[in-house]
């Protein structure tokens, strides 16, 4: 159930990504880290909120808000994950940034 919870709330965050509302983005992805009680699951010891920083950093660089967006994109990073997908995007955007 929570996985499929998630799931919904990244396909909402990704059609507003796409309609360039990126501020309610931040909204569906801030939800989609979220263990709701209703669901009957705990959150993990070591979530793995990657995806969900990542695109919260994102959302931040499109709005125009740098500082915000290096922060969640070294959130990734920090996670330590590093085969994952998130974690070279993430290396790749602070090096974007940092150029600008």
Not at 68 to 82: C, D, G, N, P
């Amino acid at each position: 159930m929570r996985q499929l919870y998630g799931q919904v709330l990244h396909a909402l965050a990704d059609q507003q990504l796409a309609q360039g509302d990126f501020e309610k983005g931040i909204e569906y992805l801030e939800q989609a880290m979220e263990y709701p009680e209703n669901l009957g699951v705990g959150m993990p010891h070591d979530p793995d909120f990657s995806k969900e920083y990542f695109k919260l950093g994102l959302c931040h660089q499109n709005l125009g808000n740098q500082k915000k967006a290096r922060q969640y994109f070294r959130k990734v990073i920090e996670q330590r994950r590093t085969k994952s997908v998130w974690y070279r995007r993430a290396e790749a955007a602070l090096k974007e940034i940092d150029r600008q």
